[in-house]
């Protein structure tokens, strides 16, 4: 079979191109990659996890189920054009290869196929001209969806779409002429030799009515060739770098390796993966609250990429974690926030003036935090549940104690936020604790995420909850109806959703809001931006009551002391934290005095 | 308990105002439009962590310094802060305190790398 023209020379180019361009990168990019991390790859490769990698590929890059779970029609949309060319690449190898029967044929013979191969009497014909009209149509679909989506994002759950650079553009508009022109070259082919199936060739034969086919014909090849052309040569500087570089990502991942604190050559990959799909942009409340686009995830990738990172930009986010939470490709979003921060600032600290003291024994650690400090009645609350369930607990912090790390850690000081680490590490161990509670959201996370501690980590949600469930404190349930605001910290961040909600409910009637658990907002207090000023703080946290407030709480309840602070500057009704309430409830002398627990009899 | 609140009088000294080094102060100033409605109160002093730890340091005396130009004493101090927020917090004009130090650390730095401001 003759399967040469000069109009092949296009799609060549370009997929030459991007192949040497892509694997450059990857060579570069596996080649200065920490050694720890190339172990892991070396370790990975050849267990079990491999099966693992190829199964979140299938179900990530090519069926797009996370972006399902975002908006149905969304996921459809990318997976038609993912899978079903995918599927088309697959097939129109094995039908060029089948009927040229050479395995090793030429990349370009599958695509121009139909320009060459006019004859349709072989017994698979039927059955590929079918299948791959079929899946044809399936592409446009999406093609058709994704012309849809720049008109009207809403129908796609998005109230804002990404703006692009100008490589995305031109990757874009090629990508999206591909298919289109892909129907025209084949129908018209079909048009004069009726090689197509159902689509193509009855397309073709309505052209073949009205229009010069045969000399159409050609020039509708050479378009094609030159849309599939550029967009592989767009295709490494723009956002479509996201194709080949998240199969890399996905089993690096698998294998273990992450962005801790600094940026390696895993973090560069996991830029690279950011498709700027723009879900990130309407989950981020500096935009919808304050109209500001910039601080979004995918244009702070943006400017990584371009290494152009500016200090405002990567101190401009809360670090509450909604656009990882939603992020399809799953990159460790606020890592590479915190990590830019790092190179920043000038780390320096200077802690010799903590000294450690000897902290009185106990069974049970009770760590308040500086945020606890500043909201005595939580602190009153815990300390009246304490001695209500007849615990044997130590104060750790009682006169103030030095801050846990976590805000350190969220300026990007890493460094500082280690010595911080090691003092109050060094204290709770001191404590001889089996249990460690703490009524703050933050340093429970630092507590369960650094400190490594050989004891248990309960926030005080949770310790309250063992507390009930083992009988030790009885509380009354009243008909009040609140609604449970869940901290970014506690909730996306150390994943404790269920918790505090079983708790409350022993207590108080729970309504929803429509941000619950996952998609809970942040309440605008966070210490993770430092840019924000008090007005844009206030601004971010009456936009979250409004959210709070549709289904009539009688009152809001939290677990965070910074979220109750920053709520009850906008109340329009009671902000109490998850502790006030249970101090309240609580039945009088449930328990005999003086009885002493053992920890395994309050949190198993 | 040493609860230093920063009203103590500072050690008698001359302070030559004629050759006061504003730079630092214009730096923050710049970037930090909040900070021009402090009006030394001191709450954030009193609820400061490192304050309530240290002899020294506190938030508000630092803004002294800085209004007197005397950026090596800042440079002295200022990496005691643990960055916590409770001065945000308590501030009764809504300074953006931690942006401050922030601001605060990254002039010092380039001012030892006589970088411009």
Known sequence: MNSFDIFVLPFAIGLYTLLIVFFAKVFDWIKHLPV????????????????????????????????????????????????GWFLLIVLGAAESKIYGRDLLNTPWDPIFFKYFKHDTNEFHSAFFNFTMDFLL??????????????????????????????????????????????????SLTSGIYHNGGFLTDGLGSFLAGFMPVGHLEYTAWWLYSLSVGAFFVALPYSRYMHIPTEILLIAMRRFGIKTTTTFTNFSQIEVYSCPRCGICIDKCQMTSALGNEK?????????????????????????????EQYCPVGISLMNHRLVQRNKLI????????????????????????????????????????????????VFIDKDGGACCGRPMMLSGNFEGAEKLIEFNRNNILKSCADILVTSCAICYKVFKSNYDLPLKVLHHS????????????????????????DP???????????????????????????????????????????????????????????EMMVNDPEMLVTACPLCKKTFNKNAPVPVRDIAEIIADAVQISPVKPNHQLAPEQIAG | MNQDWGYGINKDRQIDFDRNDRRLAEYIRKYVPSYKLCI???????????????????????????????IDEIAKHIDKCMFCGKCELVCPRGVNTRQVILIMKEGIKKIKQNEQL
Not at chain 1, 155 to 174: E, P
Not at chain 1, 176 to 184: D, E, S
Not at chain 2, 45 to 50: F, G, K, V
């Open chain 1, 36 to 83: 720890g991390d190339r172990r892991k790859i070396g370790r990975g490769i050849r267990s079990r996890k491999l099966f693992g990698v190829v199964k979140e590929i299938f179900l990530e890059s090519l069926i797009h189920r996370r972006i399902f779970k975002v908006n149905p029609l969304l996921g459809y949309m990318h997976m038609s054009l993912a899978f």
């Open chain 1, 346 to 393: 000038s780390n320096g600290y200077n802690f010799q003036f903590l000294k450690n003291g000897i902290p009185e024994k106990a069974r049970i650690a009770y760590y308040a935090g500086c945020m606890t400090h500043l909201t005595p009645s939580i602190e009153k609350a815990m300390i009246k549940i304490l001695e209500k369930a007849g615990t044997d607990f």
């Open chain 1, 488 to 546: 970014c910290e506690l909730g996306r961040g150390s994943k404790v959703y269920e918790e505090p909600r079983e708790l409350l409910s022993h207590a108080l009637e729970l309504v929803s809001t429509g941000y619950d658990r996952e998609n809970a907002l942040c309440c605008g207090g966070s210490l993770g931006n430092i840019m924000l000023g008090y007005e844009e703080k206030n601004k971010i946290n009456a936009a979250v009551w409004k």
């Open chain 1, 295 to 323: 601080p979004a995830s995918v244009y702070f990738l943006n400017t990584i990429r371009a290494q152009k990172v500016k200090p405002g930009l990567s101190f401009d986010c809360m670090i509450c974690g909604r656009c």
């Open chain 1, 137 to 186: 149509l399936f592409v446009l679909s999406g093609v058709f969806l994704a012309y849809l989506k720049r008109i009207y994002a809403r129908l796609f759950g998005l109230k804002k779409t990404t703006k692009h650079i100008f490589f995305d553009r031109l990757a874009i508009i090629s990508l999206w002429l591909i298919f289109p022109l892909r129907l025209l070259a084949e």
């Open chain 2, 40 to 70: 030394s109160c001191g709450a954030c002093t009193a609820t400061c962590s490192t304050a309530n730890l240290t002899d020294f340091y506190n938030i508000r005396r630092l803004n002294i310094f800085l209004m007197r130009g005397e």
């Open chain 1, 462 to 485: 949770e310790f309250i909850l063992e507390l009930v469930k083992s009988g030790k404190i009885n509380i009354n349930k009243s008909g009040l109806r609140a609604v449970y605001h």
